[in-house]
Nanobody
Framework: QLYLVESGGGLVQAGGSLTLSCAAS????????MGWYRQAPGKQRELVAA???????NYADSVKGRSTLSRDNAKNTVYLQMNSLKPEDTAVYYC????????????????WGQGTQVTVSS
């Protein structure tokens, strides 16, 4: 059983900052990648940022330069700091974790968080 606990969403004014966190727990053998996706009303879910176990990061062009993704491997936790927020950043943000579970780490998994709302007012 795998668990993802998200926190940090809320209402913020344009130009403000927000930090989202996602902690993974349960029967985890190893984690390959952790990241955040978002889905705005009427739009498809899209990648915001992701980070591998080795620390390589990938950002959507729309948030590049305004966001920083970091990871605490010991805590299986990923943090997304977003600055200079814009109304178009308004969406439900979902944590995504990929890795291997089970005693021998043979079972590949991909888990999604329940989502946290981020609303940026103009």
């Amino acid at each position: 059983q795998l668990y993802l606990v998200e926190s940090g969403g809320g209402l913020v004014q344009a130009g403000g900052s927000l930090t989202l966190s996602c902690a993974a727990s349960g029967s985890i053998f190893s984690i390959n990648a952790m990241g955040w996706y978002r889905q705005a009303p009427g739009k498809q879910r899209e990648l915001v940022a992701a980070i591998t176990s080795g620390g390589s990061t990938n950002y959507a062009d729309s948030v590049k330069g305004r966001s920083t993704l970091s990871r605490d491997n010991a805590k299986n936790t990923v943090y997304l700091q977003m600055n200079s927020l814009k109304p178009e950043d308004t969406a439900v943000y979902y944590c995504n974790v990929r890795g291997y579970s089970g005693y021998y780490g043979r079972d590949r998994f991909e888990s999604w968080g329940q989502g946290t709302q981020v609303t940026v007012s103009s």
